[in-house]
């Protein structure tokens, strides 16, 4: 594969089994269609440092594999969902870019010592919403609007990430119809985020918090939100 490609359409694993077929990119890589639409895909590899990886509809893949590749990127497509899993191949290794797109992960993102680098989520002039329904382990996850939101989009997900803001009173954590976890760190002493959501008004949910936790406000919409 050449230093930058572009695949224009599908890659499907049309087999009856999960986690057959993979692609290796060598450089730059763009997919502008479904993969894995029929059974996921074995794999995506990174093949060198200082490259990315732009999946532009909804993928299904065993493994996105950063390959222990430094200064690697990872882009999905605005309102796509990523199913599957991502490996760092080390630690601290890979970001994954949501500044521009609002993306749902449904999987496992890193491991207990091979994090990825960075979650990015939204910029200083768009609001983006990371949606995860699985577990994520992130060296950092930075939240670059007032109005970006994390999002648990089934109970039991969590989070393992120090959560850094751009801002004080910046980003929503939002566990209002989902029980969700943050181990780690969640803002500091001069830059709060602005409100974690718990529970609705008909549901009593649980949020979870193992570190540090610095909110403007917690929302506690039913008795039994805790």
């Given at each position: 594969?050449p230093a930058s490609?572009?695949?224009?359409g599908?890659v499907?694993?049309?087999?009856?089994t999960?986690?057959?077929?993979?692609v290796?990119?060598?450089?730059d890589?763009?997919?502008?269609?479904?993969?894995?639409?029929?059974k996921?895909?074995?794999?995506?590899?990174?093949?060198?440092?200082?490259t990315?990886v732009?999946l532009?509809?909804?993928?299904?893949?065993s493994?996105?594999?950063f390959a222990g590749?430094?200064?690697t990127?990872?882009?999905i497509?605005d309102?796509k969902?990523?199913t599957?899993?991502?490996v760092?191949?080390g630690?601290?290794?890979?970001?994954?870019?949501?500044?521009?797109?609002?993306?749902?992960?449904?999987g496992t993102i890193?491991?207990n010592?091979?994090r990825?680098?960075?979650i990015?989520?939204?910029?200083?002039?768009?609001?983006?919403t990371?949606?995860?329904?699985?577990t994520?382990y992130?060296?950092?996850?930075?939240?670059n609007h007032?109005d970006?939101?994390i999002?648990?989009a089934?109970?039991?997900?969590?989070?393992?990430?120090?959560l850094?803001?751009g801002g004080?009173q910046?980003?929503i954590?939002n566990?209002?119809?989902?029980?969700?976890?943050?181990v780690g760190?969640?803002g500091g002493?001069?830059?709060?985020?602005?409100?974690?959501k718990?529970?609705?008004a008909?549901?009593?949910?649980?949020f979870?918090?193992?570190g540090?936790?610095?909110?403007?406000?917690i929302?506690l919409?039913?008795?039994?939100s805790?």
């Amino acid at each position: 594969m050449p230093a930058s490609t572009t695949i224009t359409g599908t890659v499907n694993n049309i087999s009856s089994t999960d986690n057959l077929g993979s692609v290796n990119a060598a450089g730059d890589l763009t997919v502008t269609g479904v993969i894995g639409n029929t059974k996921a895909i074995k794999a995506i590899n990174f093949g060198a440092a200082n490259t990315t990886v732009n999946l532009q509809s909804n993928a299904s893949i065993s493994s996105l594999n950063f390959a222990g590749k430094s200064g690697t990127t990872l882009l999905i497509g605005d309102g796509k969902t990523f199913t599957g899993g991502v490996v760092a191949g080390g630690d601290d290794i890979g970001t994954i870019d949501l500044t521009t797109n609002n993306v749902t992960f449904s999987g496992t993102i890193g491991a207990n010592g091979a994090r990825v680098s960075n979650i990015d989520i939204g910029s200083a002039n768009a609001a983006k919403t990371f949606t995860l329904k699985g577990t994520a382990y992130a060296k950092n996850t930075t939240i670059n609007h007032a109005d970006s939101t994390i999002t648990f989009a089934s109970d039991g997900s969590i989070l393992n990430t120090d959560l850094v803001l751009g801002g004080d009173q910046y980003g929503i954590i939002n566990a209002s119809t989902n029980s969700g976890t943050i181990v780690g760190n969640i803002g500091g002493v001069s830059a709060a985020v602005a409100n974690i959501k718990v529970g609705s008004a008909n549901t009593a949910k649980t949020f979870t918090a193992s570190g540090d936790v610095y909110s403007t406000a917690i929302s506690l919409s039913n008795t039994g939100s805790t």
